[in-house]
């Protein structure tokens, strides 16, 4: 498989995220309406489907990364899921014990949550060996 | 690690980027190697020994620790 450059990349995570807003927009309003269990199910998956191509090329575009790359990205991501493990440990605790009132939907925003944090670390380790762009 | 990666590079005159291209790696990469910010693993440290038709030890030297 060819690789793909920084702004490839760029541009189809923009063009899958698009998509995801898109039906977000359009489809997600009547998911919630709709009464038919089978048809629910696949218009919920569909709206998760560009969300699965984002981590796709997220997935290969660290594959495609050189070895210092791979090492930030490594870092990055091991921070980002020690973050995330430990703010849903914490909710999950709070509200097993009665302290906060949390529903299902909480579950959309560990994905964002687990991106933010990966960006954020990403750009600390990338800024000690100089920093490496934004990709 | 200290190395020479820089003055080949400059002796031959090739940008980071070009050197970049002919390593595979980016060009942020070349930069925190030359700047001794990252040490290259043992393959990479080949690849640029057999660029510059170099041993690696003539490249690399080891720091204090």
Redesign the interface.
């Known amino acids: 498989m060819p690789r793909f450059t920084r702004n490839q990349y760029r541009l189809q995570m923009a063009a899958a995220m698009a998509v995801y807003v898109a039906l977000m927009l359009l489809l997600w309003p009547t998911v919630r309406h709709e009464v038919s269990l089978p048809l629910k199910v696949a218009l919920t998956l569909l709206v998760v489907l560009p969300v699965v191509v984002f981590i796709w090329l997220m997935a290969r575009q660290v594959m495609d990364s050189d070895e210092l790359e791979q090492r930030v990205h490594l870092v990055a991501l091991s921070a980002a899921t020690a973050v995330v493990a430990a703010l849903s440990m914490a909710a999950g605790f709070l509200c097993a014990a009665g302290a906060i009132v949390l529903d299902g939907d909480i579950l959309l925003w560990v994905f964002p949550a687990l991106c933010l944090s990966y960006s954020a670390a990403r750009a600390v380790f990338a800024r000690r060996y100089g920093g490496l762009g934004c990709g | 690690m200290k190395n020479r990666l820089r003055e080949l590079r400059d002796k031959h005159a090739w940008s980071q980027g070009d050197l970049a291209v002919k390593l ?3 060009r ?2 070349v ?2 190697i030359e ?1 001794g ?2 040490d ?2 043992l393959p ?1 440290a080949f690849r640029i020994a057999r660029l510059f038709r170099l041993s690696i030890e003539s490249i690399f030297e080891p720091g204090k620790d």
Do not use: G, M, R
Request: aromatic content about 8%; glycine content about 0%; hydrophobic content about 25%.
């Open positions: 595979d790696v980016s942020q990469t930069n925190a700047t910010k990252y290259p693993s990479l």
